[in-house]
């Protein structure tokens, strides 16, 4: 998935009119040095209206464009905070020609965190005119109000549509991650060749209403629905032909939907799972931690805590356990923090009391204990319109081997004839052409899909809409 699905703690998740906005709007990258670990995040201060915004990513959760709230910027003080299911995230720092650097707190946790002015611009700026029409669209899902474009190609035809699923944690409806935009530049590569697509931002993010972190992809798999009907009811759009495509969790979702409801013409998974999520946890685990040389002893623990919290999950019984091992644990990691992050507590019992309750907050969301127990493999065993499965040689967030297998076993068992699944070479989580795969590595690379891919895409697309008929 987007996020890292393999921390045990929670990792994050009024402005003011000054004489000198300018020096700080714009896009700074950095990162919250919290317990002894590095959590990138971005952060954008533009000006609206003459006032101070400011949005967040935090790449490693999968998340993009989060609202800042009480954003304010006067003389040297730099001060924002982003509204969080564990609670308020504070920042509060200090500007130093282009540094940004202060304290972070969240759950009474205390930690610093750094910004410097990126290097880079991380959007995407459309240098001509779209070749096709965009408007952008509201979707209601009972109190759940979801903010959408929908591009449309010129003409009078109805056209087939796609719509697009966004993988786990927070998501614009470009998907953006370091400046990589996958959404934006599948819709401006489809639409202009005769498909419309359907993007919007997940619950609680851009336009959207609701909230994320309260939410299961079950929740989500009702959104998308809702995103059918509209588009059924859509003129211009061949409600016979309309498909989904999920990526990451994205995938996961489609399946759902797509195993319940008749109408959905075709599916493409883009790195999506297939097989339980406690075995996505270990194999994630297994992955990144050898690309990152961390030692065997503590992926054993983690695997533990993994298969402790699945088995909490079923009973409702062994928190207790799961909350005592945490706590043996924590001292060592306090120990492993630099001397100033260290300073910060009055001392190691205050570390480890924040420490755990942060870990079993993570560990007993909503989120976390519905993807730990959920089977994929349950919802392609009865999928039997036509599927494409993608999946990136390099990726370590869903490792391609294991999950082909599985969704290829799974279809067979459905008995679906007419599936295509690809491992495409060089290629990491996110469909970029990558050296490692390991999420690390995202912000470094080109903000475009590997060569060739969107290529497969559209002639898949095309062969499988032209079956259907007129």
Partial sequence: MQRLLLSITVLLFSSLILFSQSEIDGTWDGAIDIMGTELIIIVKFYTDEDQLKATIDIPQQGAQGLSLTNVHFEHDSVYFELPAGPGLAVFDGILEGEHISGKFTQAGIDATFYLQKADIDYDIVDEEPLPFREENVYIHNDDI??????????????????????????????????????????????????????????????????????????????????????????????DRKIGLLGHSEGGIIAAMVAAQNNDIAFIISMAGSAVPGRDILIAQSE????????????????????????????????????????????????????????????????????????????????????????????????????????????????????????????????????????????????????????????????????????????????????????
């Fill in 145 to 238: 109000k979801l903010g959408c474009t929908l591009t449309l190609p010129f003409g009078d035809d109805t056209f087939p549509a796609v719509i697009l699923i966004t993988g786990s944690g927070g998501q614009d409806r470009d998907e953006t991650i370091f400046g990589f935009k996958p959404f934006r530049l599948l819709a401006n590569h489809l639409t202009p060749h005769g498909i419309a697509v359907l993007r919007c931002d997940d619950r609680g993010i851009g336009e959207s209403t609701g909230n994320l972190m309260e939410s299961t992809s079950e929740d989500l798999a009702g959104d998308v629905n809702e995103m059918v009907a509209y588009l059924q009811c859509r003129e211009e759009i061949v």
């Fill in 287 to 470: 992955l990144i931690f050898a690309e990152m040389g961390i030692d065997d002893a503590i992926l054993e623990q983690q695997i533990r805590i993994i298969n402790l919290v699945y088995e909490a999950a079923e009973t409702g019984e062994g928190w207790d356990e799961i909350e005592q091992i945490i706590r043996q644990l924590t001292p060592a990691q306090f120990e492993t923090m630099a001397h100033e992050n260290q300073d910060t507590f009055e001392d190691v019992d205050q570390f480890v009391e924040q420490y755990v309750r942060g870990s079993l907050a993570a560990l007993q969301s909503k989120w976390y204990l519905f993807f730990i127990r959920h089977d994929p493999s349950e919802n392609w065993r009865q999928i039997t319109q036509p599927v494409l499965g993608l999946f990136g040689e390099l990726d370590l967030q869903v490792p391609p081997g294991m999950n082909k297998d599985a969704m290829q076993e799974a279809l067979e068992y459905a008995g679906n004839t007419d599936y295509t699944l690809k491992i495409i070479p060089q290629a990491n989580h996110l469909f970029q052409r990558a050296e490692t795969g390991s999420p690390t590595e995202y912000a470094q690379l080109e903000t475009e899909f590997i060569d060739g891919f969107l290529d497969i895409l559209l002639t898949w697309l095309r062969e499988t809409i032209e079956a259907r008929g007129n």
